[in-house]
């Protein structure tokens, strides 16, 4: 586990449980999902990766709380000037992906990118859906991303893991098999 993750895992979990214990996870889920935008942005994104703990978290707060304005609430803007109180900013994107893993977690959804060189119809989508919702005992949202060099087949990417069923693999998985 690395350094960041470690500093984000207690700061994920207050923000979670503060959200589920008030009913409020979509809500947080937006503001996190505005924040995530934030820190993408160039500008900002070089900022935060500059952070060397010498007083310049209060001016990336002050950033983050003008450009989330209004969309952020009091309870979030609070949360955002205790990490940046502790020097923790730095970690604000692993805290936005420990969140959605752990409100995943408790809805039971998972998120699924299903990799194809062409478009699946609906009978398709809905037979990889079931099959994944019945293996891992989850709800499935499947995101479906062209890839042409694929040829044919697909390649499904759940969580950590990944299956390949791609044309591409098959041959190449073959052509080991024959030459050993």
């Not at 586990?1 to 996870?25: C, G, H, W």
Request: glycine fraction near 6%.
């Amino acid at each position: 586990m690395s350094e960041v993750t470690e500093i984000a895992q207690p700061y994920a979990k207050a923000a979670f449980d503060y959200a589920r214990d008030n009913q409020a996870l979509e809500q947080w889920q937006q503001m996190l999902d505005i924040l995530g935008m934030i820190l993408e942005q160039p500008i900002v994104a070089d900022a935060v990766d500059s952070l060397d703990g010498e007083g310049s978290e209060e001016t990336i707060l002050d950033l983050l709380l003008h450009a989330g304005g209004e969309w952020f609430d009091e309870f979030f803007q609070n949360f955002l000037k205790i990490m940046a109180e502790n020097r923790r900013l730095k970690a604000l994107a692993e805290v936005l992906a420990q969140f959605r893993e752990l409100k995943a977690e408790h809805e039971k959804t998972m998120q699924v990118t299903v990799c194809v060189s062409e478009l699946l119809d609906d009978e398709q989508l809905a037979q990889i859906t079931n099959a994944l919702s019945a293996k891992f005992g989850k709800s499935i949202t499947l995101e479906q991303q062209i890839d042409p060099s694929l040829v044919g087949g697909v390649v499904i990417k759940a969580d950590q893991m990944v299956f390949d069923g791609s044309v591409i693999s098959n041959i190449g998985r073959l052509s080991t098999n024959l030459h050993a």
